[in-house]
């Protein structure tokens, strides 16, 4: 019979494959649930949408890992996973994040109507704030990563709820709002070019 042990091993085990088996620089996804073609960068739209996926996903494992630290401690299922988290949000996020600087953003605030010019301002001041509030939860993560240690602090749980908090309403606001109004402004040759830059900063 399995063990509560065993079965929260393969648990954190399952969702940490699921997140590393996507690349950081992928050009498709292929998502349980999807049944679309795969993705690439001449649907950048779309892009961007697969990386909020990926985003929630590693969020999601984030979330199964702290449960795992206080009910199992730091065994090396957990710092697996905390290195995936590490490596999602130190390499993969912040490509999002310039693609949204770069090709989004901007023409926006150029020519969207006040509201979504205010709502960009919001989200520009957003990767601000994700910056500095990854540089703390981060912190935890790296100490867990490498070696064997305590369960979480209070502090670090906070520095940790704050990150994921910001991060899920900051893409309910991308997907609802921002990201509509951006592909009614672009025009197609917009689009193909704004796909390749995208492609070209991931070496694709």
């Known amino acids: 019979m399995a063990t509560s042990r065993s079965i929260a091993r393969a648990s954190l085990c399952g969702w940490a494959e699921t997140v590393s088996a996507i690349p950081s620089g992928t050009t498709a996804r292929h998502l349980p649930g999807f049944s679309a073609p795969a993705v690439g960068f001449e649907q950048p739209f779309a892009m961007l949408e697969a990386c909020h996926e990926r985003v929630l996903r590693t969020l999601a494992l984030l979330a199964r890992l702290r449960t795992h630290v206080q009910q199992h401690g730091a065994d090396a299922d957990a710092r697996q996973a905390a290195r995936d988290v590490l490596r999602y949000f130190d390499i993969a996020a912040p490509l999002h994040h310039q693609d949204e600087e770069l090709h989004v953003f901007p023409l926006l605030l150029t020519h969207a ?77 917009a689009l193909i070019a704004m796909g390749q830059e995208m492609a070209a900063r991931r070496g694709a």
């Open 113 to 189: 109507d006040p509201e979504v010019r205010a709502l960009v301002q919001r989200l520009q001041e957003d990767h601000v704030a994700m910056a500095a509030e990854w540089a703390a939860a981060r912190v935890p993560l790296q100490a867990l990563a490498e070696a064997a240690v305590a369960p979480f602090t209070p502090g670090d749980e906070a520095a940790l709820d704050r990150f994921a908090r910001r991060y899920a309403g900051h893409i309910v606001a991308e997907e609802g709002t921002a990201y509509p109004a951006m592909q009614a402004l672009l025009a197609p040759v």
